[in-house]
């Protein structure tokens, strides 16, 4: 019996682990990464949320990170998330934009995942 509890036991946590690992991102959860990322400088890890096409437009003359010191805590506020079929679009805002206008930022997805495209 004991046996029995023990397998039970591993058989549910393993699956546990197996639905959160795979849980899909939202799209406003890695626009806001994406763009904490690039006003932090950290350019790969703001082009691994890209898709290919993208990483080009995102510094393309470099690879360099710059990451380490955070600049200042940026406030991201996701205004409107519209989905339609695999293209995703997030309006959001932050205090240093102003009155400034900020086009809405797009994601398509692919392979299961939400990219920023460019």
Do not use: H
């Amino acid at each position: 019996m004991k046996n029995l509890s023990t397998f039970s036991f591993i058989v549910l946590l393993s699956a546990t682990i197996l639905v959160a690992c795979n849980k899909e991102r939202r799209p406003e959860t890695v626009a806001k990464e994406f763009l904490y990322d690039l006003y932090n400088q950290k350019i790969r890890e703001a082009k691994e949320l890209a898709t290919e096409e993208s990483q080009a437009k995102i510094i393309p003359d470099s690879d360099a990170n710059y990451s380490g010191n955070v600049l200042k805590r940026l406030v991201i506020t996701i205004s409107k998330v519209e989905i339609v079929g695999n293209e995703a679009y997030v309006t959001y805002t932050f205090p240093e934009a102003g009155d400034q206008q900020i086009p809405p930022l797009k994601l398509v997805k692919q392979n299961n995942k939400w990219l920023i495209s460019l």
